[in-house]
């Protein structure tokens, strides 16, 4: 079984920052991958940014550059910090984790979700 933790998020001004993070415990051999995800109202859920185990990160559209992932290996935790928030960032933002465990099986899980609003 494996549980992903997130933290951060809430409300933020136009132009401000937030950083959410997310840690992943359980039964895990390997994190293949780990990232977040978002998804506002009436809208399709799209990739923020995510780390393979090779460490090669990918940003979704118009992220890279405002958003920054880091991953804290040893903690099984990754780190998002969101600069010049606009108000069309306001999303839920799901951590999500691809990974292998001990038994060698590959799943996918997402975290719960956590509202970021930016106000305008």
């Known amino acids: 079984q494996v549980q992903l933790v997130e933290s951060g998020g809430g409300l933020a001004q136009a132009g401000g920052s937030l950083t959410l993070s997310c840690a992943a415990s359980?039964?895990?051999?390997?994190?293949?991958?780990m990232g977040w995800y978002r998804q506002a109202p009436g809208k399709e859920r799209e990739l923020v940014a995510e780390?393979?185990?090779?460490?090669?990160?990918t940003y979704g559209d118009s992220m890279e550059g405002r958003f920054t992932l880091s991953q804290d290996t040893a903690k099984k935790m990754v780190s998002l910090q969101m600069t010049t928030l606009k108000p069309e960032d306001t999303a839920v933002y799901y951590c999500?984790?691809?990974?292998?465990?001990?038994?060698?099986?590959?799943?996918?899980?997402w975290g719960p979700g956590t509202q970021v609003t930016v106000s305008s």
């Open positions: 999500h984790a691809r990974i292998t465990d001990w038994a060698y099986v590959v799943n996918e899980y």
């Open positions: 359980g039964s895990i051999f390997r994190l293949n991958v």
């Open positions: 780390i393979n185990h090779a460490g090669i990160i």
